[in-house]
């Protein structure tokens, strides 16, 4: 348990992201992060908290109104570069918060999903992932957490704490133009400073290429090997499947367990 942890749920931030319609390339808002605006909301009006909803991105980016319609009253935008550290800029902004929801992951072509790990790992807090039903009561988050094959369990996070909401979430996000026009999109001073030197450039940006997206990612995947009635099984079972856990050994010793296994199945060429 944190040793800072809050008694009571006073405010929440939502980090938001803008997508692209993977048909017609037009800007739009993130399903994923329009989940967690919907629990956030939901959160905030249960235990009157404050609210706040940011983006660390260009304040002119055509998707953000849309969040507005989906029930944000406000969204404040971080002026970021695309060679800026988003996550520190984000993680400087969300310090006094209670709570921090995300989106599992942007809807861009090769997006990490790593957001939601660094901005915890920024800030200190307590992490979870694939939230699809959350609550908070005596300081403590209680979330549902998404497992394959219909699986849930339940886990808790003493607050301040991190909850990256799965795309699967109990939130059905409405859409209200009305709402639209009474918001407002704002560039934040924070967004300014987030020039300086205390919110530096990610180190790894000069290797970074952007671009339009050609195709979708092939997924590396061994052949399957086993018969009709063992797949079946293996659809409606959570009975494990093979394969190694290596928790020892350095990060080289690792990497050649994963080789040998891409090798043996024939998943790369070398």
Same mark, same amino acid.
């Given at each position: 348990?944190?040793?800072? @942890? ?15 319609? &993977? ?5 739009? %808002? ?7 605006? $919907?629990?956030?909301?939901? #959160? ?6 404050? #609210?706040? /909803? ?8 055509? @998707? ?11 969204? =404040? /935008?971080?002026?970021?570069?695309? +060679?800026?550290?988003?996550?520190? +800029? #984000? ?15 942007? $809807? ?7 957001? &939601? %790990? !660094? ?12 939230? /699809? ?14 497992? &394959? ?7 808790? +996070?003493?607050?301040? @704490? ?8 109990? +939130?059905?996000? @409405? ?24 919110? =530096?450039?990610?180190? $790894? ?8 997206? =050609? !195709? ?16 079946? *099984?293996?659809?409606?079972?959570? $009975? ?18 994963? *080789?040998?296994?891409?090798? =043996? ?6």
């Amino acid at each position: 348990m944190n040793s800072h @942890a809050k008694a009571k749920l006073q405010r929440i931030a939502v980090l938001v992201s803008t997508g692209r319609h &993977p048909v017609s390339g037009a800007p739009r %808002y993130s399903r994923n992060d329009a989940a967690a605006l $919907e629990l956030g909301r939901r #959160l905030a009006q249960r235990h009157n908290a404050q #609210l706040d /909803v940011i983006h660390a991105g260009d304040p002119a980016d055509p @998707a953000l109104p849309e969040y507005l319609a989906l029930g944000a009253q406000q969204v =404040e /935008v971080l002026s970021c570069t695309a +060679a800026t550290d988003a996550a520190q +800029a #984000l993680a400087t902004r969300v310090r006094e918060h209670d709570l921090v929801l995300t989106g599992t992951r942007a $809807e861009g072509a090769h997006d990490s999903g790593m957001l &939601p %790990y !660094r901005v915890a790992a920024l800030l200190g807090y307590a992490l979870v992932g694939a939230a /699809v039903d959350l609550e908070v009561e005596a300081g403590q988050a209680r979330v549902r957490q998404f497992l &394959p094959k219909g699986l849930r369990r339940r886990v808790e +996070a003493a607050l301040p @704490a991190v909850v990256a909401v799965h795309p699967l979430a109990e +939130a059905r996000p @409405a859409y209200a133009y009305a709402r639209l026009r009474a918001g407002t999109v704002r560039a934040s001073a924070l967004g300014v400073a987030a020039r300086v030197p205390a919110v =530096e450039a990610a180190p $790894e940006a000069a290797a970074w290429q952007s671009g339009p997206v =050609e !195709r979708k990612p092939l997924k590396l995947a061994a052949a399957e090997r086993r018969s009709g009635h063992a797949r079946m *099984l293996g659809a409606t079972t959570t $009975e494990s499947r093979g394969g190694n856990v290596v928790n020892a050994g350095t990060s080289v010793e690792k990497a050649q367990v994963i *080789l040998a296994y891409l090798r =043996e199945h024939q998943l790369i060429d070398d």
